[in-house]
């Protein structure tokens, strides 16, 4: 690109996408200052986009916003619809777990939820293991007795309590016996719970004891006592790792040619709380401060409680300092000995995962390889069958014939070569003259 064109564009917030000669979506982003974003991928050493991909830029399309979030949004939406390849994609994003804390009803409902099938309310996560979650929600409905049914509240009240009821893990308001008071009250301290205010919850529930036992409701009293063993079993297993009760977030990435992988250890109230990894593919081409720089955005976006702070290794933090304009956090280095030995673990989770993750590609890779060494020599293949493609047609009643094409390169799913055809042929041609449409029109492509 010409330095004039790069001077006409403008110095206000938004979002760029940066494209090839052919008018493909190179690189989406967004920034404070369009001009000095763009013009500081072009003339600084440290910019996250290497040379190469520079060069293949031949012009750049703005859309200016109203504010950095507008910002956030619109570029998360541009990288879902143009899927641009030097953007950070983690793997299987859609489908990380949260746990959902509803926002309508009396009796709101809490349950395992996916970004994009949940409903609307406050979302903790995203969380990496789907089991730990499981359990995780358990323990919160037993302590809490919240439900995590899908009945309508307009149903109620109902003949009898479901199962849940006689497991211990909901309070059954849907046949009365939880007020709506003491239900959003567990509700907001199951929350509460969840930002790491163990302390303040645990003082709660030993003073509802003692109010029970003084009125001499025994059978409630043990109830609240269950309820705060229960509660500090799960504290327990949380240790104190700083001696100030703050939030923060320590981050670190590593990477290798073909993987980088992201570690989060989630901090609150100075209680370590959980640790979680996240893969990203193939950018080996991206600094690590402009991995990590995409990763934070990612996971902070649709965030419903972010940490005071975000702790960065030293060497990160010119490049991620931004990420403060966008954010109501700030990103900083480790401040005391505790948050450097907070960095070193989550360095050290980093680097284990990643020999982890690269053992299992080899596996994958070596198990793949016999597989289709097997198919060359069963099929009598003159060479190794690196592309597969499978084709099968569908009607409904004989009838609007629809033919799909899978692909599978290496022995993993391709989806980039997924097509769908609607057949054409006349008259009512067989399975086998509709296959044949189908890959006639699939190798014109």
């Known amino acids: 690109m010409k330095r004039e064109d790069l001077d006409c564009l403008p110095a206000e917030c938004g979002v760029y996408i940066l ?15 369009i001009l000095k974003r763009v ?13 190469g991909m520079l060069e293949a830029v031949a012009s750049v399309q703005y859309f200016v916003t109203g504010n950095e979030h507008e910002a956030l949004l619109l570029e998360e939406d541009l990288i ?38 949940g409903g609307e309310g406050v979302y903790f ?27 309508p509240e307009s149903s109620f009240p109902l003949r009898r309590p479901c199962i849940d009821f006689e497991l211990g893990l909901c309070g059954a308001p849907c046949v009365g016996h939880m007020s709506r008071a003491e239900y959003q009250e567990n509700f907001r301290k199951a929350v509460d719970f969840l ?28 109830y609240y006592r269950e309820k705060l063993e229960a509660l500090q079993k799960v504290a327990t297993r949380y240790r104190l790792v700083l001696s100030q009760p703050e939030d923060v977030d320590f981050v670190e990435v590593v990477c290798d040619e073909e993987v980088a992988l992201f570690v989060v250890l989630r901090v609150r109230r100075g209680r370590l709380i959980g640790s979680e990894s996240f893969v990203a593919s193939s950018l080996g081409w991206q600094s690590k401060e402009a991995l990590l720089r995409e ?12 940490p005071r702070r975000v702790c960065v290794a030293v060497e990160h933090l010119e490049v991620l300092r931004e990420l403060s304009e966008f954010f109501p956090f700030t990103v900083t280095p480790p401040y005391s000995g505790e948050e450097e030995e907070m960095m070193f673990l989550a360095l050290e989770n980093a680097q ?29 293949l003159p060479s190794f069958p690196r592309l597969v493609e499978g084709v099968d047609i569908s009607t409904f009643q004989g009838e609007e014939a629809v033919g799909v094409v899978v692909a599978f390169l290496d022995g993993v799913p391709y989806p980039k070569r997924y097509r769908k055809f609607i057949v054409k042929s006349e008259g009512h041609p067989d399975d086998f003259g509709m296959m044949r449409e189908v890959l006639v029109r699939h190798f014109r492509r």
């Not at 494209?19 to 967004?30: A, F, I, M, Q, S």
């Not at 302390?199 to 009293?221: G, P, Q």
């Open 19 to 33: 494209k090839d000669g052919e008018g493909r979506v190179l690189y989406v982003g967004k920034a404070v200052n």
């Open 39 to 51: 013009k500081s991928h072009f003339y600084r050493a440290s910019s996250p986009l290497k040379e």
């Open 80 to 117: 879902k619809r143009f899927r641009p390849p030097y953007n950070l994609r983690l793997r299987d994003d859609k489908s990380y777990p949260y746990i959902l804390f509803e926002a309508k009803g009396d009796f709101p409902a809490v349950r395992f939820a996916r970004r994009k099938t």
């Open 125 to 151: 996560g995203p969380f990496t293991d789907s089991r730990k979650t499981r359990e995780g929600l358990k323990l919160l409905r037993s302590i809490f007795r919240l439900r995590g049914c899908t009945i």
């Open 195 to 222: 930002n790491g205010k163990y302390e303040e919850i645990a003082r709660w529930i030993e003073d509802e004891m003692w109010k029970a036992a003084d009125a001499l409701d025994f059978e409630r009293a043990i």
């Open 295 to 306: 990763f934070l955005e990612q996971i902070y976006l649709h965030a419903f409680h972010f």
């Open 352 to 380: 284990r995962s990643l020999e982890a993750e690269v053992l299992r590609r080899k596996k994958r890779e070596r198990a793949s390889t016999e597989l289709l060494r097997g198919l060359q020599d069963l099929l009598g």
